[in-house]
């Protein structure tokens, strides 16, 4: 497999994944809402309660929220899939390449199919999907403070990060200001990881 199918792939694979996980959040909050031990009358964003909806603890019981439970236990199985195939395919492409005796090109990217790229791949993807849950929760503190980005409509809907980034309709006082701030870091970081996944790819650490 060329270097550069690899890198694509992994980089489909990840976008993959991380959708379906924004999506089994964005499920569990729904199912906050529709839970009365669950819902959130603090008046500020929180972490999802996942692990009470994935066990179905304080969690409504009628029929509809229990339907988006088991919708939102899904996508998570699926994501666990995900990551069992991406180790099975790296593990056969090692196998095969050793079998086969295949020596990557001089001139090109080097293959790192090592325990030790692994490791820093799992690692870097855990600090990215942390980073990015906080920029979301970031966010919507930062459209709660906003009176022109609040949502009015009682209905979850998608962080308007485009707007709060290029500080669109965003109050202009100095702690919104701030939050708004600590969410663009954030996502500077993303891409610093990007970029350091990438330096160590070319690496072949």
């Given at each position: ?33 529709r839970?009365?031990?669950?819902t ?77 790229y ?88």
């Amino acid at each position: 497999m060329a270097g550069g199918t690899f890198y694509l792939l992994c980089g489909v694979w990840a976008l993959v994944m991380l959708g379906i996980f924004i999506r089994a959040i964005r499920l569990s909050y729904r199912i906050e809402a529709r839970s009365p031990d669950l819902t959130n009358r603090s008046g500020f964003p929180r972490n999802a309660m996942m692990f009470h909806t994935v066990t179905n603890i304080n969690v409504a019981r009628d029929q509809e929220t229990q339907a988006i439970r088991r919708r939102m236990n899904r996508l998570l199985l699926i994501v666990l899939a995900g990551l069992a195939l991406l180790w099975a395919g790296v593990s056969l492409v090692q196998s095969a390449e050793r079998s086969s005796l295949i020596v990557p090109n001089a001139g090109g990217p080097k293959m790192p199919y090592t325990a030790t790229y692994l490791w820093f791949v799992g690692i870097f993807s855990i600090a990215t999907a942390w980073l990015l849950i906080s920029v979301i929760r970031l966010c919507r503190q930062v459209e709660d403070r906003s009176e022109r980005l609040r949502n009015f409509s009682g209905v979850a809907r998608r962080p308007k990060l485009v707007n709060v980034a290029i500080n669109r309709d965003v109050a202009s006082d100095v702690e919104t200001q701030a939050l708004r701030r600590g969410m663009i870091s954030r996502l500077l970081a993303i891409g610093a990881i990007g970029i350091a996944v990438n330096l160590i790819a070319w690496a072949g650490v």
